[in-house]
């Protein structure tokens, strides 16, 4: 606060001091040029219940071949941790490219190994995670189960559990800006069993508001269509079967294909779930470091998406993948079924080409 001087309706300093206080023409112009200022600032600088989400996606070329850059963005994150908030830090998956290549899966352990015991994260198993047989994309995964099983997360206290033996479909909390936070990591092309247990994990935490991640769930163009086949359901599948039930999923994230984009549709509850694809592999070194960053600012309800790379040390302002979402803080409420199809609302971006999967 600016230092006030106490002057009186008289200019007798022994007078008593009982009407209101004046300042100098000087100090009150500084005090008020103060007040603008402060009207001025985001809410966010001041408020500081604002806090981050990391979205680390399709990995897969820096565990082949730039290691390094898999390094640099796991230590950027660790690094501005506390003075961003970071609160968590999920992986989208395909970890690696090549699932039975040892030395790709000992790349990203030793980049993981940075946020261990730092900085929560989750990860799951994207297609390149899993195991083929006879030429097709099989749910096993024993080099992800070895290098990232149940025992590396379960001593945290943010760690919730996992599905049967393995971490291929896991969940984990966080809890900031006064609320609490369930991050639902689902493996690559979910069974109906999977969805099932995804389901219930939900409904046991009813005052959590759910982030669900899982592989393959969008596309530039919208929903995903395609992935699954016979192993498993594909984004839009997904969508029916699970994510529009739950009215406390507000947030989907999925990588898989190559671009940014999002949507915002209307469960059957009425809430809005925004659906967020990220995946730069196919920009130059294998992805140029490139991370999403969900800067959560309760307090102006907003959610802001932002990209930015450790590697280049720079942010990409273009629209497409810097953009701001309306986030409902009211108390969450969770939801039963409804049989009726609401219509999709929100908008769609996409850039580049959607072939590398
Ligand atoms: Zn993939």
């Given at each position: 606060m600016p230092m006030v001087f106490p002057l009186s309706c008289s200019r007798t300093p022994t007078l008593p001091l009982k009407c209101a206080t004046i300042m100098p023409s000087s100090q009150l112009l500084r005090f008020l040029v103060v007040l603008l200022f402060l009207s001025l600032v985001p809410k966010n600088a001041t408020a500081r219940d604002d806090f981050r989400v990391v979205l680390l996606s399709d990995t897969q070329f820096y565990s082949e071949s730039f290691p390094e850059t898999y390094m640099t963005q796991l230590r950027w994150i660790k690094d501005r941790a506390e003075s961003d908030r970071i609160k968590f830090v999920i992986h989208l998956g395909d970890i690696v490219q090549n699932p039975d290549a040892e030395n790709e899966w000992e790349n990203a352990d030793r980049a993981h190994r940075i946020l261990d015991g730092v900085v929560p994260y989750s990860v799951l198993p994207g297609n390149h995670d899993l195991a083929h047989e006879n030429g097709r994309t099989t749910h096993n995964a024993p080099l992800y189960n070895k290098y990232f099983p149940v025992a590396r997360f379960e001593k945290y206290s943010w760690y919730g559990g996992h599905q049967g033996?393995?971490?291929a479909n896991n969940y984990c909390f966080f809890e900031a800006g006064g609320a609490k936070y369930l991050i639902l990591s689902l493996e690559y092309a979910p069974t109906d069993i999977t969805l099932e247990w995804a389901g219930n994990v939900i409904a046991r935490h009813p005052d959590h508001r759910v982030i669900l991640a899982t592989h393959c769930y969008m596309r530039p163009a919208g929903r995903d269509c395609i992935c699954g086949g016979k192993l498993g359901n594909s984004g839009q599948e997904i969508w029916s079967k699970l994510v529009r039930k739950?009215?406390?999923?507000?947030l989907v994230v999925s990588g898989h294909v190559l671009g940014v984009a999002h949507q915002t549709s209307t469960n059957d509850a009425g809430g809005k779930v925004h659906e967020i694809l990220c995946d730069y592999q196919g920009h130059p070194n294998g992805g140029n470091g490139w991370l999403q960053i969900l800067h959560f600012v309760p307090a102006q309800s907003k959610l802001y998406v932002e990209a930015y790379s450790p590697l280049l040390q720079?942010?990409?302002?273009d629209p497409q993948h810097t953009y701001v979402l309306s986030l409902n803080n009211a108390p969450i409420v969770a939801t039963a079924p409804s049989s009726t199809e609401p219509a999709e609302l929100g908008i769609q971006t996409k850039v580049g080409p959607a072939q590398m999967q």
């Open positions: 033996q393995t971490n739950h009215g406390t999923i507000f720079r942010s990409n302002k």
